[in-house]
């Protein structure tokens, strides 16, 4: 794959994205204006739903223990 490395390369590379861009919103909207109730409700469920008791709540958090060293290093 080529890169774009001059200014106009450049400008056309941006200009496809920002059209595929709109192609895909497009066809989001459609999609979704083709679902049926029913349909739209059996997504969101399942999008939404949460597994029981997938995580210890005992755990400790990587990112609160990264956190709490960081602390530790500004004082």
């Given at each position: 794959?080529?890169?774009?490395?001059?200014?106009?390369?450049?400008?056309?590379?941006?200009?496809?994205?920002?059209?595929?861009?709109?192609?895909?919103?497009e066809?989001?909207?459609?999609?979704?204006?083709?679902?049926?109730?029913?349909?739209?409700?059996?997504?969101?469920?399942?999008?939404?739903?949460?597994?029981?008791?997938?995580?210890?709540?005992?755990?400790?958090?990587?990112?609160?223990?990264?956190?709490?060293?960081?602390?530790?290093?500004?004082?």
């Open positions: 794959m080529k890169l774009a490395t001059t200014p106009e390369e450049q400008r056309q590379w941006m200009q496809q994205w920002r059209e595929t861009g709109i192609f895909l919103d066809m989001r909207r459609y999609e979704l204006s083709q679902l049926t109730p029913e349909q739209a409700m059996r997504d969101a469920r399942s999008v939404l739903s949460i597994p029981v008791g997938w995580r210890n709540p005992d755990a400790v958090c990587g990112l609160i223990e990264q956190q709490a060293l960081f602390a530790k290093l500004r004082k």
